[in-house]
């Protein structure tokens, strides 16, 4: 019986534990550190945090999604850029990054370079803070961001990018739910 009783005071006791937000620091040009450390956060339910190399480029040659360069983002993260440029860097095509529902993603002061079906495809609520969305074709996307959730640019440029003029619908942002643009170009 005191097995028992101990057995489920420990389990309890674990179970009264904080789970702790985790951060993560990324060496320059350490595209699977990258890769590995969104999906770490994708996994966690606290509010993780992703700090790239000042200045940083991460070329990614070997996305590890079959649709997008970046895993979807879950959960609650924060990407801070540093003035950084995640870029495609690979013949295939890919759009850059998606949020899944009910997720709640802030991304500062990144560059996000040569998606080829687009740059963001947002389901969650995203907040986007000095962020460069560069030399981006929509592709079949048919638009460089695709909005269906909560979206927020402020200080954001979307420059240099190419989407088919034959296209149906098309434009720079297609917005299905709700957008707030501030400062943004």
Known sequence: MKLKACLLFSSLWLIALPCTAKEFNIPNGDTQALLKAITLCNQS????????????????????????????????????????????????????????????????????????????????NLQLDRVRIIDTDSGKAKAIIGNWGRMSLSNTELAYNHIPIQAHDAGVIINHGELSLSFSM
Not at 74 to 101: P, W
């Open 45 to 124: 339910p606290e509010a993780d945090v992703i700090i790239l190399a000042r200045n940083g480029l991460y070329a990614i040659d070997k996305p590890i999604h079959p649709h997008f360069l970046l895993p979807p983002l879950k959960n609650k993260l924060t990407i801070e850029g540093n003035g950084s440029e995640i870029r495609r860097y690979i013949k295939a095509a890919y759009a850059l990054m998606a949020t899944d529902r009910n997720s709640d993603i802030i991304v500062r002061n990144l560059t996000l370079a040569e998606g080829s079906e687009g740059a963001i495809t947002n389901h969650g």
